[in-house]
T-cell receptor, first 110, second 117 residues
Framework: GQSLEQPSEVTAVEGAIVQINCTYQTSGFYGLSWYQQHDGGAPTFLSY????GLEETGRFSSFLSRSDSYGYLLLQELQMKDSASYFC???????????FGIGTKLQVIP | NAGVTQTPKFQVLKTGQSMTLQCAQD?????MSWYRQDPGMGLRLIHY???????DQGEVPNGYNVSRSTTEDFPLRLLSAAPSQTSVYFC????????????????FGDGTRLSIL
C-alpha cells in the first residue's frame, strides 16, 4: 500500500519563504507530485519529481530524496493568493495509481 | 480549448437513484481518471483509463462504473446512490509522455458536488 504524511496546517508571512514537507511509504515508486487547491476550486498541478534533486518553476520549487522517501515544496516570495491547500501525491503501484496526502492548508498573513 | 469539462456542477439525489457524471476533454489525452474528495481528506482514485476501451479500478471503486468508448469521454456511473457517496468528484486527464511511463493527473475539471439524501 501507499501512505503519505504532510503537516495539516502552515502559517507564513507575505513575502517570506515556506517549506511544506511530505514523507511517503509506497510499495512501488515512480514519482512525487504537488498540487494546489483553493477553497471550492479544482486541484492544479504544480510539479512532478521522478529523480532526486530540486525542480524549480518560478516561485515554486520541489525537492525529492528517494533514499529518504521524502520531498518538499518550497514557496518563495509568498503572496496572499498562495493561501490554499497543497497536496503531495505519490505515483506508484501501477498505471495512474496515484495516492494523495491529506493536504497542507497554507495561510499567508500580511 | 476547454480542457476538462464536468457536468453537472451540482446534483442532489435520493438514496437508491442512479446517475451518470459526465467528463469530457478536448486535449486528446490518453489518461483519464475519476477522484472523490471528502472533507479533510485528499483525493481518492475511483477508476481510471489509459486509453479508449481500457479501464481499471482505483482505490475506492465499489458502487461506481466507468466506460471509455472514445478518447474524449469518461463518464462515471453511480449504480444505486448511497449517502456515503456524498462527495465532490473530480475528473482528471493527462497525456502519456512515453510508452509505458507512469503518468500523474495534470488537468482537472471543476468538479461535481454530489449530495445523496
Amino acid at each position: 500500500g501507499q501512505s503519505l504524511e504532510q503537516p495539516s496546517e502552515v502559517t507564513a508571512v507575505e513575502g517570506a519563504i515556506v517549506q511544506i514537507n511530505c514523507t511517503y511509504q509506497t510499495s512501488g515508486f515512480y514519482g512525487l507530485s504537488w498540487y494546489q487547491q483553493h477553497d471550492g476550486g479544482a486541484p492544479t498541478f504544480l510539479s512532478y519529481n521522478a529523480l532526486d534533486g530540486l525542480e524549480e518553476t518560478g516561485r515554486f520549487s520541489s525537492f525529492l530524496s528517494r533514499s529518504d522517501s521524502y520531498g518538499y515544496l518550497l514557496l518563495q516570495e509568498l503572496q496572499m493568493k498562495d493561501s490554499a491547500s497543497y497536496f503531495c501525491a505519490v505515483l506508484g503501484g501501477g498505471y495512474q495509481k496515484v495516492t494523495f496526502g491529506i493536504g497542507t492548508k497554507l495561510q499567508v498573513i500580511p | 480549448n476547454a480542457g476538462v469539462t464536468q457536468t453537472p456542477k451540482f446534483q442532489v439525489l435520493k438514496t437508491g437513484q442512479s446517475m451518470t457524471l459526465q467528463c469530457a476533454q478536448d486535449m486528446n489525452h490518453e489518461y483519464m481518471s475519476w477522484y472523490r474528495q471528502d472533507p479533510g481528506m485528499g483525493l481518492r482514485l475511483i477508476h481510471y483509463s489509459v486509453g479508449a476501451g481500457i479501464t481499471d479500478q482505483g482505490e475506492v471503486p465499489n458502487g461506481y462504473n466507468v466506460s471509455r468508448s472514445t478518447t474524449e469521454d469518461f463518464p462515471l456511473r453511480l449504480l444505486s446512490a448511497a449517502p456515503s457517496q456524498t462527495s465532490v468528484y473530480f475528473c482528471a486527464s493527462s497525456k502519456r509522455e512515453r510508452t509505458g511511463e507512469q503518468n500523474q493527473p495534470q488537468h482537472f475539471g471543476d468538479g461535481t458536488r454530489l449530495s445523496i439524501l
